[in-house]
C-alpha cells in the first residue's frame, strides 16, 4: 500500500542542553531541520512559557520566522491535564475540559494540527472536547504508552468513543517504547551503578527477551532478594512492554502520528532494544502517511557517568528511520 511517511522530532528529546540552557529553542529547532526531519513536535510546558495560555503576539510571530527560516512545520503539540493544579482541590471533569480546551487553542495559534493527549485522560473527558477539537480542525490522539498497548481495555474504551463519535479528529499515537523486545541497556547498567546485582541484572534482561511476563520476572527476582535496588531492575521489565507490531494494522486508520521514543543510538544507527525495521515495515504496509518524530528518552540514564549529546542521538535516530525507507 502506499504511504508517505514522514520525519520529524520532539523538542522534548533535547531536554538536557534546553534545561542546562546549552541550547535554545531556536537552537533546537535548528538541529531538527539540521537532520533532514521536517515536523516538530513540542511538549509545550517544557518550550513555552506560559503554556497552555497563548503566547504574545511577538512570541507568534518568530515562532512562524522560526518555521520559515528553517523549513519545517508544526506537528504536534504534547498537553498534559495537571487535575491537581489547585492545592486541596482535584479538577472536576468540566474543569478538565476547560484546561483541554486552552490546549486545543494554545496549538492552534501555532500551527500545530496534532495534540498528543496524555494517556490518563479518560474516555468521557475525550467525548466533551471533541466538538470543540473538529472547530479548530486539530486531531486529538491518546497516547498508546506502555504498559498500554493498543488492545487494552483502556484503550478499547477510547475506540468505542472514536467510533461512538464518528470523528475524524480523534485517533491513536502508538508510542514506540511499546515495543521494547529487550530491555534498553542504558536503564539496566544505571541501576547496577546504583547497587543492583549483575546477575540479577541479566536474568530480568534474559527473561524480558523470551516474552516471560513481567509479573512471573517480578516474583522470581523477589526470591532471589529483598533489595529494593534488584527490584526496580525486574520492574524494567514491567514499564518496557513488547506487543506485536502487527497490533497496529486493524488500527492503521485510526494512526494520527507515532512517537519515535528511543533509548540510546549505536554507530551503526542501530536502536538495539526496539525493533523498529518491523514496526516500520507494518506502518508502511498498512499505508501510515502520517509523521514519525524522534523522542530520545536515553538522557536521563546517563547523567551520572557521561555528557549527554541528544544532539548527535537525534542525528543518529533519524539517519535509521531514513535507512529503513522514511523520507
Known sequence: MNHSIKRGVSLYSYQEEFFLKKMSLEDCIAATAATGATGIEIVGEQSI?????????KFVVQWFEWMDKYNVTPVAHDMFLDYNKKKGHYYTD???????????RFAHKLGFKIIRVIVNTTPQIMEKVIPYAEDHDIKLGIEVHAPWHINSPWMTRHWEVMEKTGTKHFGFIPDMGGFTKRLAMVQVNRLIRQGADPEIAKF????????VMAEYTIYEVSRMSDRRIDMAVAELSRHNTFANPISLKEHMDRIVH????FYDMTEDFIEPSIPYEDVINVLKDGGYNGYICSEYEGNRHIQDIQEVDSVLQVKRHQ???VNYGVK
Open 49 to 57: 512559557p506560559g503554556c497552555p495560555n497563548i503566547p504574545s503576539d
Open 94 to 104: 468540566e474543569e478538565a475540559v476547560e484546561s483541554f480546551k486552552k490546549d486545543i
Open 204 to 211: 530480568v534482561c534474559e527473561q524480558h527477551e523470551k516474552g
Open 258 to 261: 507515532v512517537h519515535g521514543k
Open 319 to 321: 539517519q535509521m528511520l
